[in-house]
């Protein structure tokens, strides 16, 4: 099993990323998506969150209006549009997989860091 973030990076106030996350070795389609983030000498939060057939999604109020989450199930992937960055939203983010009472999966994590 494998989750593999990309594209993280350092930006300035009000730019824009998009962060990847590519799965390997179980049923991609069969599980919901999440993006968490970990600040330092803060606890990991949900980011936002999208299910199995991306149908629903939903998002911490923190980042409502300026991230959107999205999936391709064909290409085993999800995505994190992040826009109107802010320094708060420095952080380790995250690629996370659930599926219910199956064993779920952690990425190793993707450096997003907004400063000026």
């Known amino acids: 099993v494998q989750l593999v973030e990309s594209g993280g990076g350092l930006v300035q106030p009000g730019e824009s990323l998009r962060l990847s996350c590519v799965v390997s070795?179980?049923?991609?389609?069969?599980?919901?998506m999440s993006w968490y983030r970990q600040a330092p000498g803060k606890e990991r939060e949900l980011v936002a969150g999208?299910?199995?057939?991306?149908?629903?999604?939903n998002y911490a109020d923190s980042v409502k209006g300026r991230f959107t989450i999205s999936r391709d199930n064909a290409k085993k992937t999800v995505y994190l549009q992040m826009n109107s960055l802010k320094p708060e939203d420095t952080a380790v983010y995250y690629c996370?997989?659930?599926?219910?009472?199956?064993?779920?999966?952690w990425g190793q994590g993707t450096q997003v860091t907004v400063s000026s």
């Open positions: 996370y997989a659930s599926r219910g009472s199956f064993r779920n999966f």
């Open positions: 070795g179980f049923t991609f389609s069969s599980y919901a």
């Open positions: 999208i299910s199995s057939a991306g149908g629903s999604t």
